[in-house]
């Protein structure tokens, strides 16, 4: 598929592109096991080109752009496997607008100062985002939560956007990380980054309450977050396709080069195939300014991996980098299981 960019647009991927240049699989090996699993110091960096906030109104200060522009970035993000929460912190910052007056940590996260990371799942498999089990109670101003979420990527964070069922509905709120009665238990994922959950019990938060006008400011942040992952997702699996490629063109077997090998060649087309439609879809959900998860990740990483036989398997290979980052992203906000779920529901589709 062949994208028809603006100047403005070509200029924003091109940015990004050379920044991402100084990440890669090197870099990411040696985050394993650290805390933070990132640079902050490379997350204000990203926070002073703007990106952070590459959704938020300029009447706020951000840079008004749009998810296009937003995935051009998360692609090549993907791309060099970048261990900083790019994503997560501009569709956060994107939600700390959302209101009539922003909330005091916009700033913050758009500069990379704060990060303020989503948590929104409950359950492994995905839940209905409007229908979350923790319940907010009290006034504006004096909110309290209590419940638990999963999988949330606390690594860095200062505070959270955390969904919640209140007397009018779900709700969207800010609870600081050294907030009372919010602690966090991390587990390691197959990435090498952690995963945390967040258990709240009776914990101050503050309302992010969207105009009257907008749409559920959970809706929004969830939606937004499918949208930044795939993104990611569609970096990654292009990534992993050119090595793949290349491997391909060196590698012999029985005296001839491995990609001559009609077998091989017709999984690398259906890869390709994979890839293109995945792209199209994402930058057609952007234009439209909806969203929904890109489901080929992991079948491209995973052939990409078959592709490179045996040595495709070892840790000391960067193609195994892809498939565990995909394995990741994919599990995050609902896997595909609970993305169709929600589409059938929402197309009112029975089985």
């Not at 110091?41 to 706020?60: D, H, Y």
């Not at 590698?251 to 199209?280: C, D, N, W």
């Not at 498939?323 to 059938?344: D, E, I, T, V």
Request: net charge neutral; glycine share 10%; proline share 5%.
């Amino acid at each position: 598929m062949e994208l028809h960019l603006t100047s403005e647009q070509t200029l924003v991927r091109d940015s990004a592109a050379k920044f991402i240049a100084a990440a890669g699989p090197k870099v990411a090996r040696g985050f394993r096991g650290q805390d933070p699993g990132f640079a902050p110091a490379r997350l204000r960096q990203v926070g002073e080109l703007g990106w952070l906030g590459i959704l938020v109104p300029s009447s706020t200060n951000g840079l008004g752009l749009g998810l296009t522009e937003l995935a051009l970035v998360l692609e090549q993000a993907g791309r060099g496997l970048v261990c900083e929460p790019i994503g997560l912190a501009a569709i956060s910052a994107a939600a700390l607008g959302l209101g009539r007056t922003p909330h005091p940590m916009l700033l913050p996260a758009m500069t990379g100062a704060a990060l303020v990371v989503p948590a929104l799942e409950e359950r492994a498999y995905g839940d209905d985002p409007l229908a979350p089990r923790t319940q907010v109670a009290g006034k504006d101003g004096a909110l309290r939560l209590s419940g638990q979420k999963t999988f949330v990527c606390a690594d860095g964070a200062d505070g959270f956007l955390v969904s919640a069922s209140g007397r009018d509905g779900p709700a969207l709120c800010y609870v600081a990380r050294n907030a009372p009665g919010c602690t966090l238990s991390t587990t390691p994922t197959a990435e090498g980054r952690k995963l945390a959950t967040l258990s709240l019990a009776d914990a101050p938060g503050d309302l992010i309450a969207p105009r009257s006008s907008s749409p559920n400011a959970v809706d929004v942040l969830y939606n937004l977050a499918l949208m930044a992952l795939s993104s990611e997702l569609l970096g990654a699996m292009e990534r992993a396709q050119e090595i793949t490629l290349d491997y391909l063109r060196i590698r012999k077997q029985f005296g001839k080069l491995i990609g001559s090998f009609q077998a091989l060649q017709h999984q690398a087309v259906e890869i390709y195939i994979r890839i293109e439609a995945a792209r199209s879809l994402l930058y057609q959900v952007a234009a439209n300014s909806d969203a929904y998860r890109i489901d080929s990740a992991m079948a491209v990483t995973k052939a990409c991996i078959q592709l490179h036989g045996a040595i495709g398997f070892t840790d000391e290979h960067d193609i195994g980098l892809y498939l565990k980052r995909a394995m990741l992203l994919s599990s995050l906000f609902g896997n595909s299981a609970a993305q169709r779920r929600r589409y059938a529901a929402s197309a009112g589709l029975t089985a």
